[in-house]
């Protein structure tokens, strides 16, 4: 009677997805700058689909071995934007959580507030990203919403030590949603009301924080 073989034999090993590779030195780091500025820039111009390594190589003056060494295709560069945007934004919120005692309520709402303002253009390409690779984004909408709210939940309850938890967390949803929809404001090409649109939007979210 034959032996039986074992199922490690027979078994394919599970493939693990290519991912980033962490530069070690000064020199490392700053031309991964470089190629995700390029990769930025490109992926701006062109959209997702149609950009290529072979043009982001030469937009960043790189060998594209030295492209491909750092990011192994087009999806892992994509995903490298996405978190190096996030990053910046939880930065930012980061640096409102260390001053947050010495805010005041309108103080407060604008440092919010500016954020994603800030941040606008390299927001947009990350949803960009995001939208053109729905099927498998290696940094889900979803997971980089919750985490910014986290993060405001958190500063509110820096802010004012007396609020439930409970409400912090409903008033990091309300206040995420004021900082995108001021984004989508300032974004606004014919509207010739706009800037006292916004004065009006920094002014209900003022309020808000006064009532807290």
Do not use: C
């Amino acid at each position: 009677m034959a032996s039986q073989k074992s199922s490690s034999a027979t078994t394919p090993q599970a493939t693990r997805a290519p991912t980033a590779k962490e530069p070690k030195r000064k020199r490392g780091i700053a031309r991964v700058a470089k190629l995700l500025d390029a990769g930025a820039a490109v992926f701006a111009e062109q959209g997702y689909r149609a950009a290529t390594m072979t043009e982001i190589a030469a937009r960043a003056e790189a060998p594209i071995g030295s492209l491909y060494q750092f990011f192994p295709n087009k999806d892992v560069l994509a995903d490298a934007l996405v978190a190096r945007y996030a990053e910046h934004v939880e930065a930012a919120l980061d640096r409102i959580r260390a001053q947050v005692a010495d805010l005041d309520g309108s103080q407060l709402a604008d440092r919010l507030l500016d954020v994603l303002v800030a941040h606008a253009a390299e927001r947009s390409l990350a949803l960009s990203l995001l939208d053109a690779r729905w099927e498998q984004p290696g940094v889900r909408p979803g997971v980089l919403r919750e985490s910014l709210r986290k993060r405001i939940t958190e500063i509110l309850t820096l802010w004012r030590p007396q609020l439930p938890e409970e409400q912090a967390e409903v008033m990091s949803v309300v206040l995420f949603q004021a900082m995108k929809s001021l984004v989508q404001l300032h974004e606004e090409k014919r509207y010739p009301g706009k800037a006292e649109a916004i004065a009006h939007w920094r002014g209900w979210v003022q309020r808000y924080l006064a009532d807290a």
